[in-house]
């Protein structure tokens, strides 16, 4: 049965940095693109950013473009978010999708 989960969340100090991980089963993935997502209660779910299946064209919304990366590793099936100098308003609950796919989310929580 397909599954996504992710990790890496946590709480962190405004300026600080991330890594957040999904890793991927029961997928063909290196034939799937897949996506990240955020999403505070109460408020739509923001796209991030997006990868394509061989990682060669991938888009960020520029409201995160200079702090957010997306990358994946596909024989380890799995996609990263690399986020730096993080901002209490980048607290919410980060998901991947990998293709229909989606996760249940790590916490990140910014906060001094």
């Known amino acids: 049965q397909a599954q996504v989960v992710e990790s890496g969340g946590g709480l962190v100090q405004p300026g600080g940095s991330l890594r957040l991980s999904c890793v991927a089963s029961?997928?063909?993935?290196?034939?799937?693109?897949l996506g990240w997502y955020r999403q505070a209660p109460g408020k739509e779910r923001e796209l991030l950013a997006t990868?394509?299946?061989?990682?060669?064209?991938?888009y960020t919304s520029d409201s995160v473009r200079e702090r957010f990366t997306v990358s994946r590793d596909n024989p380890k099936s799995t996609t990263y978010l690399q986020i730096k100098d993080l901002k209490p308003e980048d607290t919410d609950v980060y998901c991947c999708?990998?293709?229909?796919?989606w996760g249940q989310g790590t916490q990140v929580t910014v906060s001094s």
């Open positions: 999708r990998v293709a229909l796919k």
């Open positions: 029961g997928f063909t993935f290196d034939t799937l693109g």
């Open positions: 990868m394509n299946r061989s990682g060669g064209d991938t």
